[in-house]
């Protein structure tokens, strides 16, 4: 009967009922402890306890799983032999977890103990081994160390691909890993035939809605973003966490991870009123599901501190002023623009002085950036206005209305050319 429950949760997890694979195997677990016997039992036990905990992780529910894997460990440790593939299977189990937990020394040391298990027992070249070179890789990719990890998963994607055929998912699960170390590395082109490939093969065997789908679509739309392609990233972001929200629930870490990847996608674009609401949903997730000192939920809360803050144009206009700004202060700083010759400018940014600018944002002109420059230093109401150069790189009419403006604001003003 357990056997039976666990099948039929592990049925449940692919289509993304996880509230349905919990209950299945809760009740799996309920049996398999009152149950006696021999080794068989004792083996059907320790599945059921991974079972129950892989969901848990699945789910994000992080703390919780880590006990249920720990005891499905002991007690494969406990029963089995050391080089017992039900223990190499815990291992690996518990090593993936970690990985999310930003554990990886200990994970890797999971993921190496696993791997000499099987290869003690079933040869170097057996494609069972391939799901351990893929997580290695993936460990690797983690850590940021690409290169590391890329033969990690070239060696998973021959294994499998030699006893699987090119257009089994599994092989398209491990090119798209090893896509992932590419992109890292700079080698997009590689990277997104790589992408493009696994895509078709998960939609051919899953159908437009599989958690495969919806890595890769983020995992796409990253190389999209960085060749600056905005609209077909945003795109593909949009894609990967309507399957995700789906799949896994609005309160997910990787649903927190595509917000966070679409907003900062919206801030390439000055789309501020979209990405805000993304960024504070993002950290949101992250801090309680992984806590407030989590690298991603750190690196969540930078990204949203700079989209508010450090990007927007009035931010660098009103830097040293009182914060955060009144209205009024906003009113002033656009004035000052528009009386420097940067009305035009205004104009064309679709959020006028809330526009990010920047790296990642609106670029400008060496011309624009003097004048705010310029504008920035009248907004101080300092007594000595000192401008160093400020105007060389400004074309005779912008100069004109520049100097008329500085002449007007200024209370004391020292212009500074080299000739």
Known sequence: MANVLNHLGSVRVARGDYAEAERLYQRAVQIMEQAEGDADVMRLRVQSWNNLATLRRLQGRYAEAEPLFR????????????????????????AVLHKYQNR?????????????????????DHPDLAALYH??????????????GEPFARRSVELRQKALGPDHPEVAADMAALAALLDGQGKF???EQLYRRALAIFERAYGPEHYELAVNFNN????????????????LYQRALRIKEKLLGRNHPDVAMTLNNLAMCYQAQGKVGEAEPLFERAVRIFEKALGREHPRSAACRENYARLRRETKLAFNLLM?????????????????????????????????????????????SHGERSRLYIARALLQGADLVILDESFA??????????????LDRARTLLVIAHP
Not at 74 to 92: G, M, P, Q, S, V
Request: hydrophobic share 40%; with cysteine; net charge negative.
């Open 71 to 94: 005891r499905a460990l002991r007690l494969a440790e406990k029963t089995f032999a050391t080089d017992d593939l039900e223990i190499a299977t815990t291992l690996n189990n518990l």
């Open 189 to 191: 082109d590689e990277a």
């Open 393 to 406: 790189s400004l074309d005779p009419e912008n100069l004109r209305r520049a100097l008329n403006c500085v």
């Open 320 to 364: 040293g002023r009182r914060w955060p700004p009144r209205l009024e202060d906003f009113q002033e700083a656009e004035a000052l623009c528009r009386d420097l010759g940067l009305d035009e400018l205004l104009r064309r940014m679709p959020a006028g002085v809330l526009q990010l600018v920047g790296e990642g944002g609106w670029q400008l």
């Open 104 to 124: 990886f020394a200990e994970a890797e040391r999971l993921y190496r103990r696993a791997l000499a298990i099987l290869e003690k027992v079933l040869g170097p």
């Open 135 to 148: 997580n290695l890789g993936g460990l690797e990719h983690e850590r940021g160390r690409y290169a590391r």
């Open 220 to 235: 796409l739309a990253a190389i999209e973003h960085k060749k600056g392609n905005a609209p077909e990233a945003e795109r």
